[in-house]
C-alpha cells in the first residue's frame, strides 16, 4: 500500500493529534474568537507539514517554515486560555516546532 511521506513523520502525527484536540476540546465562554485562531492554526500546522513534503527544495522548506509558526501560534492561544491539557498539548508543539527546524 503507497503511503506518503508525511504519514510516517513524527511531528505530521502529533499535530494531527494537537489539531484534533483543539477541536474537540470544549473551550471557556468568552473565547471562540481564540478557539476559532486555534483551529486555523492547528489544521495550518498539519497542511504546511504535508504540503512541505509534497514540494522539492525550498518550496518545501517553506512550508516548514510556515508550519513552524502556525505551531507557535497555536501554543501563544494556550498562553491565553486556561485548557485542562494545554500545557501538555503546548509540549508537544514545542516538539513538533523542534523538528520543523531541523527540516530547514
Known amino acids: 500500500m503507497y503511503e506518503f511521506s508525511h504519514e510516517s513523520y513524527d511531528a505530521y502525527r502529533l499535530a494531527v493529534d494537537v489539531a484534533r484536540w483543539v477541536r474537540k476540546t ?59 491539557e494545554g500545557p501538555a498539548k503546548q509540549q508537544l508543539l514545542r516538539r513538533v516546532g523542534a523538528m520543523l527546524t531541523r527540516m530547514r
Open 26 to 84: 470544549r473551550w471557556p465562554a468568552g473565547s471562540p474568537h481564540l478557539r476559532d485562531q486555534a483551529m486555523r492554526a492547528a489544521d495550518s500546522v498539519v497542511l504546511n507539514i504535508a504540503e512541505g513534503f509534497g514540494r522539492a527544495g525550498a518550496a518545501g522548506r517553506n512550508h516548514f517554515r510556515i508550519a513552524r509558526g502556525s505551531a507557535a501560534e497555536v501554543c501563544a492561544v494556550l498562553d491565553l486560555v486556561e485548557l485542562e
